[in-house]
């Protein structure tokens, strides 16, 4: 954009609202530029005209509208009942036995995800499996002891590509994967050996994915609390 046509965007970014209502000759009136400097500013955003622009502008606005974060107990319950089904406690168990026998345990996950691998593995740390996190999505992945490791990744769409490529370096060097995802039929879960996935509402702000990660922290304990009891009486 020239001088004139960033003080055009300049004005619009200030005043949106107002923009969308208003004709072409009273835009230039206001942002001190010719009509004809509005329709090259138009056609550099991809509209035929200041027309097409305001109606782009409008659906724009609609969409930045905040959304309203369901605050209900229902979803949490929901997933609850879903742990006690034997398909859901068979990927539990299966879990616990892949962790159990791994000489190294990773965990991994970016954003909030990262935040919940810190916890588990520190919380299954606490309970007597040493493990690490890897938050950082240009952590390199490299050493022979990953050979006899599993890895557990943490993502709720599944299809953040970091993690996706993190997985595949892991399966690589012959770490086991345990996906824990909302979904079954993303590709993160499609990559795993094991696919633990726990299906709740997704919920997202303007910027941001804020489903709730009750249930993964539920799936961290629980099997966290499995493994150590399974390490005090070894399956014969």
Same mark, same amino acid.
């Given at each position: 954009?020239?001088?004139?046509? &960033?003080?055009?965007?300049?004005?619009?970014?200030?005043?949106? @609202?107002?923009? #969308?209502?208003?004709?072409?000759? @009273?835009?230039?009136?206001?942002?001190?530029?010719?009509? =004809?400097?509005?329709?090259?500013?138009?056609? *550099?955003? /991809?509209?035929?005209?200041?027309?097409?622009?305001?109606?782009?502008?409008?659906?724009? %606005?609609?969409? /930045?509208?905040?959304? *309203?974060?369901?605050?209900?107990?229902?979803?949490? &319950?929901?997933?609850? @009942?879903?742990?006690?089904?034997?398909?859901?406690?068979?990927?539990?168990? *299966?879990?616990?036995?892949?962790?159990?026998?791994?000489?190294?345990?990773?965990?991994?996950?970016?954003?909030?995800?990262?935040?919940?691998?810190?916890?588990? !593995?520190?919380?299954?740390?606490? %309970?007597?499996?040493?493990?690490?996190?890897?938050? @950082?999505?240009?952590?390199?992945?490299?050493?022979?002891? %990953?050979? +006899?490791?599993?890895?557990?990744?943490?993502?709720?769409?599944?299809?953040?590509?970091?993690?996706?490529?993190?997985?595949?370096?892991?399966?690589?060097? *012959?770490?086991?994967?345990?996906? #824990?995802? +909302?979904?079954?039929?993303?590709?993160?879960?499609? #990559?795993?050996?094991?696919?633990?996935?726990?299906?709740?509402? =997704?919920?997202?702000?303007?910027?941001?994915?804020?489903?709730?990660? &009750?249930?993964?922290?539920?799936?961290?304990?629980?099997?966290?609390?499995?493994?150590?009891?399974? !390490?005090?009486?070894?399956?014969?």
């Amino acid at each position: 954009m020239n001088e004139l046509e &960033l003080s055009l965007y300049d004005y619009i970014s200030k005043n949106k @609202d107002k923009v #969308i209502y208003m004709r072409i000759r @009273d835009l230039a009136s206001e942002a001190h530029v010719s009509t =004809t400097t509005i329709l090259r500013f138009c056609h *550099k955003m /991809q509209c035929v005209g200041f027309s097409e622009f305001k109606v782009k502008l409008k659906l724009y %606005l609609q969409e /930045q509208k905040p959304l *309203k974060i369901i605050d209900d107990r229902t979803i949490f &319950l929901e997933f609850m @009942d879903r742990v006690s089904t034997p398909i859901f406690q068979t990927s539990i168990n *299966k879990a616990c036995h892949m962790i159990y026998n791994a000489s190294n345990v990773i965990f991994v996950g970016i954003g909030s995800s990262g935040i919940l691998a810190s916890y588990g !593995a520190r919380h299954f740390s606490a %309970l007597d499996k040493f493990s690490v996190y890897i938050n @950082d999505p240009f952590y390199p992945i490299i050493g022979k002891d %990953l050979e +006899n490791s599993v890895s557990v990744i943490f993502s709720v769409s599944g299809e953040t590509t970091e993690p996706i490529r993190q997985a595949n370096m892991l399966k690589n060097k *012959k770490s086991q994967i345990i996906s #824990i995802t +909302n979904s079954k039929s993303c590709t993160l879960a499609k #990559i795993a050996d094991l696919s633990i996935s726990y299906y709740v509402q =997704t919920e997202k702000t303007i910027s941001s994915d804020v489903t709730t990660q &009750l249930p993964v922290l539920y799936i961290i304990e629980a099997i966290a609390k499995r493994v150590h009891n399974i !390490a005090l009486t070894p399956p014969v």
